[in-house]
C-alpha cells in the first residue's frame, strides 16, 4: 500500500513541476505558410524593439483557428488578408467594405491596420509547360479539361471564397479534386501527381517550380489586401507597440515582399534574420537574432516534448486506472466508460484539437502555444483507452479460483484490490501504459499545430521548406524518445511486476 501512495504522489509532482518560464508581454501569431511566419516575425521584433518581451507562435494552422485564439485573447496580434476577413471570418455577413469591416472587427475586440502594401490573392496555377502545350492562359480555360486532377490547400477547399464557389462561378466540370497540404502541392505538381493548385501572389515557389498563373478572367477573387489585426485591449496596455504595428502600414509592396519570401523558401534564410534584416533596413531597428544550432533546436524541442509527454500521460495513469477498475467491479457502468474511451480515440487529432480549444478557453487556460492545455488535454485523453482497457482486462483474466479462495480467507474487498488483483493484472496494466506512452509521444508531435512546440515543429517547418533535414530533425528524436520510454517501461516491469509473473511471461 505504502508503495502505491509513493508512486501516486511522484506522479503527481512530475506533473506539477514546471518546465518553462512565465508568459511574455505579447503573443504574437502566425498561420501554416512562409509569409505570413515571416510578418509574424516582424511584428514580433517590432513589438521587442518597444522594450517588450514578445514570443511567436509559429504555423498555427488555418484562419479560423487563428483568428479564434486572437478572439479568445490567447495572441495579441497576427497579419491577415481583407478577403480572408470578409469571405472567411465574416461569410454572409456583407462586411466587404473596409469600414463596415472594421466595426465588425470591433465587435469581436479586434482593431485593424490600414493595408501593409501588397495584394496576396488566391490564383490558380499549373505547370506552364503543360499549360503552353495545351493553351491555357485563364482560368476558363480550364473547362475544357474535365479530366485535369485538382489539388487545393484543405482550407481552400471549404471556404467561401475557395473551390466550391470557383467551381459554381466558372462552371468548372473537374471531379478529381482533392484537399493536400499546401506545400506538398507544389511537390505533387512538380511530380505531375496534379495539374492545377492554387498558389498566393507573392509566393515564392512559383519561380520556383516554374508554374504558370491562371488570368482570373471572370473577377472571382476579391482582393486580399495583407493588414495587422490585434486586440483592442493591446491600445490600452501597450499603446506604444500598437503604434509600432501601424508603421508597417504601405511599407511593404507586392516587390519586397515577394523578395523576403524569396530569402525564406528558396534561400533558406531562417525568417527571423529575414524580419530582423527587413526591420533594420526599413526602420533602423536592430534586432538580436538568436543563431540557433541543431543541439539547441534539439534541447528546446525535447523539452517541449517532454512537457506535453508528461503533462498528459501521467494525469491519464492515474485516472485510467480508476476507471478500468470500475469498469471491471460494475459491469454496466463498464460498458459506458469502455466505450466512451473508444470514441474518444476514432476523433481525428486536428478535429479534436480545434474542439478543445472553446472549452480550454472558458476554463481560463492556454488554449494555443507552447505548453498549450488544449494540446496536453487532447494527448490525454487520446491516452486512456490502452490504459483503461488493458487494466479491464488484467483484472477481468485473473482465475475465478483466486477470487474465491481471497473471500474464504475472509480478505475484505480493498484488501483483495491492492494484494491480490492489481499485483497480479500488473502486468497487464504497464503494458496498457505502455502502449499509452509511445502513442502519446507520436501524437504530440501534433500539438505543433497549435504552437504548442515539440517535435512537431521542425517537422512542420521541412514541410512547408521541403527540407527533409528539417523533417528528420523532429521525426527521428520522437522515434528515439518513444524506444527510450518503451526500453523504461520494460525494466520497470522488474521492479512492479513480481518476479513469478515475468517468468511466466517469458515462457
Known amino acids: 500500500m505504502i508503495r502505491w501512495i509513493v508512486i501516486v504522489v511522484a506522479l503527481l509532482a512530475a506533473i506539477v ?25 516582424i511584428l514580433a521584433g517590432l513589438a521587442r524593439s518597444e522594450g517588450r ?50 466595426e465588425r472587427l470591433r465587435r469581436d475586440g479586434i482593431l485593424v491596420s490600414r493595408a501593409l502594401g501588397f495584394n496576396n490573392r488566391y490564383e490558380m496555377g499549373m505547370k506552364r509547360e503543360q499549360a503552353e502545350k495545351l493553351g491555357i492562359e485563364k482560368i476558363s480555360d480550364l473547362t475544357r479539361h474535365p479530366g485535369f486532377r485538382f489539388g487545393f490547400s484543405n482550407e481552400f477547399m471549404d471556404r467561401q471564397d475557395g473551390w466550391k464557389s470557383l467551381r459554381r462561378h466558372y462552371g468548372l466540370p473537374q471531379t478529381r479534386v482533392r484537399g493536400v497540404e499546401h506545400a506538398v502541392a507544389y511537390e505533387q505538381l512538380d ?27 471572370r473577377k472571382f477573387f476579391p482582393r486580399y489586401d495583407a493588414v495587422v489585426l490585434y486586440r483592442t485591449d493591446l491600445e490600452e496596455r501597450y499603446p506604444d507597440v500598437a503604434a509600432a504595428f501601424r508603421k508597417l502600414e504601405d511599407r511593404i509592396d507586392r516587390s519586397r515582399m515577394l523578395a523576403l519570401n524569396v530569402r525564406a523558401t528558396i534561400d533558406h534564410v531562417p525568417e527571423s534574420k529575414v524580419a530582423a534584416d527587413f526591420l533594420k533596413k526599413e526602420f533602423g531597428i536592430e534586432s538580436q537574432v538568436a543563431e540557433e544550432t541543431f543541439w539547441t533546436r534539439l534541447k528546446k524541442h525535447t523539452l517541449e516534448h517532454v512537457d506535453l509527454v508528461r503533462k498528459s500521460l501521467l494525469p491519464a495513469i492515474l485516472l485510467a486506472i480508476p476507471l478500468g477498475i470500475l469498469a471491471m467491479k460494475r459491469r454496466r457502468v463498464g460498458q459506458v466508460v469502455l466505450a466512451t474511451v473508444a470514441i474518444v480515440q476514432t476523433i481525428p487529432a486536428l478535429a479534436l484539437l480545434v474542439f478543445l480549444m472553446a472549452p480550454v478557453h472558458a476554463l481560463g487556460l492556454g488554449s494555443v502555444g507552447q505548453g498549450s492545455m488544449t494540446a496536453v488535454l487532447a494527448l490525454f485523453l487520446y491516452s486512456l483507452l490502452p490504459i483503461v482497457r488493458n487494466t479491464f482486462t488484467g483484472l477481468n483474466e485473473i482465475p475465478t479460483g483466486v477470487h474465491e479462495s481471497a473471500v474464504a480467507l475472509g480478505m475484505p474487498p480493498t484488501a483483495r484490490l491492492w494484494r491480490i488483483e ?22 504530440a508531435t501534433l500539438g505543433a499545430l497549435i504552437g504548442a512546440g515539440g517535435y512537431g515543429q521542425p517537422i512542420l517547418t521541412g514541410i512547408r521548406l521541403n527540407n527533409t533535414a528539417l523533417i528528420l530533425e523532429g521525426a527521428v528524436p520522437a522515434a528515439v524518445m518513444a524506444l527510450l520510454i518503451q526500453w523504461s517501461f520494460d525494466l520497470a516491469e522488474r521492479v512492479f511486476v513480481s518476479k513469478g509473473l515475468r517468468l511466466e511471461s517469458e515462457l
Open 53 to 102: 518581451t514578445a514570443i511567436h507562435f509559429q504555423q498555427l494552422g488555418g484562419t479560423k483557428l487563428v483568428y479564434t485564439a486572437l478572439q479568445n485573447g490567447d495572441v495579441d496580434a497576427y497579419v491577415d488578408y481583407t478577403g480572408t476577413i470578409a469571405e472567411e471570418i465574416f461569410a454572409g455577413e456583407n462586411v466587404g467594405d473596409e469600414q463596415a469591416m472594421r
Open 191 to 217: 511530380d505531375g501527381a496534379i495539374d492545377v493548385m492554387d498558389v498566393y501572389t507573392t509566393d515564392a515557389k512559383i519561380k520556383r517550380y516554374d508554374i504558370k498563373v491562371l488570368e482570373d478572367d
Open 422 to 443: 492489481l499485483p497480479l493484472a500488473s502486468r497487464t496494466i504497464l503494458a496498457g501504459i505502455k502502449t499509452a506512452a509511445v502513442v502519446n509521444v507520436g501524437f
Open 17 to 41: 513541476t514546471p518546465l518553462s518560464c512565465g508568459r511574455p508581454d505579447l503573443r504574437i501569431a502566425s498561420k501554416a505558410f512562409t509569409e505570413s511566419v515571416v510578418l509574424g516575425e
